[in-house]
């Protein structure tokens, strides 16, 4: 399990969705569309943070673990 390379491919699925959203929300600005991204947007930029620094810090406590069962 290679939790670095999972964190940074979360991290740029993150960073891709927020482009085509940005690209989205230039041709899709009525209420419906803020609404959107008050809900489901600001929501998973956070979320994504969020996880990727619980990944980071998984991967330094599977790290120990493994060092410290050799």
């Known amino acids: 399990m290679n939790l670095a390379a999972n964190r940074s491919r979360l991290m740029h699925l993150g960073k891709d ?27 998973l930029d956070a979320q994504v943070d969020k996880a990727a620094a619980v990944i980071e810090k998984l991967d330094v406590i599977l790290t120990k673990a493994r060092r410290d069962c050799e």
């Open 17 to 43: 969705i927020a482009l085509k959203w940005a690209e989205t929300r230039q041709q899709w600005k009525d209420e419906k569309a803020r609404e959107f991204e008050r809900k489901y947007m600001s929501e």
